[in-house]
């Protein structure tokens, strides 16, 4: 896969749009894990440099602690920390997901791998219906024992369903994250500020969309099917 990409380029850097809970972090991890490319989140980066506590570092962390969301300036400083510490070969896969998020992002994110001879190889677009994605985080539960994760059916006796982890029972409580109203809110601000980057990138060539609300396999296998044919 990687020998068919373009040469003399230092990294292929693919990037993954779609609402947040369409699984981008799921097959970001997949991909990493099977085919052994590098996988960039924004969370991992700014937690990365603050466990270095860099000038830098320091300055996110007192952002963070004050409960303040991290400003484009201070995540595309920690972003570039991240691309230089990292030792690329030539042609090296690296998979972003929560960055670029809007069209100015895009476009300071296009200067930025400039600085390190690449551009933006291939963007990923996992589509997903709001109606369905509010389906599947209704089934979402968490437990609150043991932190696992499961989908359960609606409408389930949540107060005596056992975790399939932990087995403890009644544990499984809805996080914050998984509401519905929380949903329709992310998913708005998607479609405010992401989404027109679907556009963006369909204008320079580069832009695949996905139905991202099919099985994880499925949706794993479609986009490796998409990299071989690059
Ligand atoms: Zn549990």
């Known amino acids: 896969m990687i020998q068919g990409y373009e040469a003399g380029l230092l990294m292929k850097v693919i990037i993954f749009l779609g609402p947040p809970g369409v699984g981008k972090g799921t097959q970001c991890s997949l991909l990493s894990t099977r085919l052994g490319v590098k996988h960039i989140s924004t969370g991992a980066i700014i937690r990365q440099e603050i466990a270095s506590e860099s000038a830098l570092g320091l300055r996110v962390k007192s952002i963070v602690e004050a409960g303040h969301l991290v400003d484009d300036k201070s995540i595309f400083e920690c972003l570039e920390s991240a691309l230089s510490s990292m030792n690329f070969q030539n042609n090296d896969l690296i998979l972003l997901d929560g960055i670029p998020r809007n069209l100015s992002q895009a476009k300071e994110f296009e200067v930025l791998i400039g600085k390190f001879s690449s551009k933006v190889d291939l963007v990923i677009s996992l589509s997903a219906d709001l109606n369905k994605l509010l389906e599947r985080f209704e089934r979402r539960w968490t437990c609150s024992a043991c932190g696992k994760i ?41 479609q405010q500020e992401t989404l027109p980057l679907v556009s963006y990138y369909a204008d320079k060539n580069n832009l695949s969309i996905i139905d991202g609300l099919r099985q994880p396999e499925i949706v794993y296998a479609e986009i490796v099917s998409i990299l071989l044919r690059k």
């Open 150 to 190: 499961e989908s359960i059916a609606p409408h389930t006796d949540m107060s005596h369903y056992a975790c399939r982890s932990c087995e403890k029972t009644g544990t499984m409580f809805r996080r914050k994250d998984d509401e519905p109203e929380t949903v329709k809110r992310r998913f708005a601000v998607y």
